[in-house]
């Protein structure tokens, strides 16, 4: 006889909601705090992250670092972010495709109270906010395509922790989401070890740099040997 749990769940068309994913290990994602979104693109081939978001927090130097719980919606409805934040865990990001749609806002000032004291790390959505006065308080970061005085509504579809685009970029649940001034990147939970290694290297390489910019020695030859390869004459 095949027992109840063994039976697998049939969610209504348009519906899923799946367990939370945990991401990497909290010392790796403590580790990224430290590294500047810029830093860890250039370790990802530099044409990965969120494009067109904006931060909505007033304080630019706010970091958001923490796994995500990812959610797709209808556009302008909010039924199943309600739901995920009754599974989310302090430190999560929760990051919202919305289809790019702000002609109605999914997230408001009461969802903040929530989010607040549900101690999530902060918040990425594909669609619009409002109450923009209450989130640039502090203590949660978010990121959005934009923002109205339009609220949504309640009625799904909507699935939860399912792989979803977000302002483009792939997010898996569970992968480590990085937001700082420059924007917002997802680095593969499996990979994020190797990434972090990666943009600690990357950034003494900089520093290096920086320090031959400042004292005037930088070496010519990095950019002249790249126009002679292309047949300029320098």
Request: glycine share 12%; hydrophobic share 45%; net charge neutral.
């Amino acid at each position: 006889m095949t027992s109840t749990q063994d039976t697998p769940v049939t969610w209504p068309a348009g519906y899923r909601i799946h367990p939370r994913e945990s991401g990497p290990a909290p010392e790796i994602v403590a580790a990224f705090h430290d590294i500047p979104v810029a830093a860890i693109g250039d370790s990802m081939s530099r044409h990965v992250g969120t494009l067109g978001l904006n931060p909505y927090h007033a304080r630019l130097d706010t970091v958001m670092c923490g796994p995500a719980v990812t959610v797709r919606v209808r556009p302008g409805d909010n039924l199943m972010i309600h739901k995920a934040l009754m599974m989310v865990q302090p430190g999560d990001v929760l990051v919202i495709d919305g289809g790019g749609d702000v002609t109605q806002a999914l997230v408001g000032g009461l969802m903040r109270t929530t989010c607040i004291a549900k101690r999530l790390a902060g918040l990425v959505i594909d669609g619009a906010l409002r109450d923009r006065c209450e989130w640039a308080e502090d203590g949660m970061p978010v990121f959005a395509r934009g923002h109205t005085h339009r609220g949504p509504t309640k009625d799904g579809p909507g699935e939860i922790n399912v792989p979803i685009a977000c302002a483009g970029m792939a997010v898996m649940p569970g992968d480590l989401i990085v937001g700082d001034a420059d924007g917002v990147i997802a680095v593969p939970a499996r990979e994020a070890a190797h990434v972090l290694a990666q943009a600690r290297a990357h950034l003494q390489k900089e520093a290096k740099i920086r320090a031959a910019n400042a004292a005037g020695t930088s070496d010519p030859e990095r950019f002249d040997a790249a126009l002679r390869a292309k047949g300029l004459p320098v």
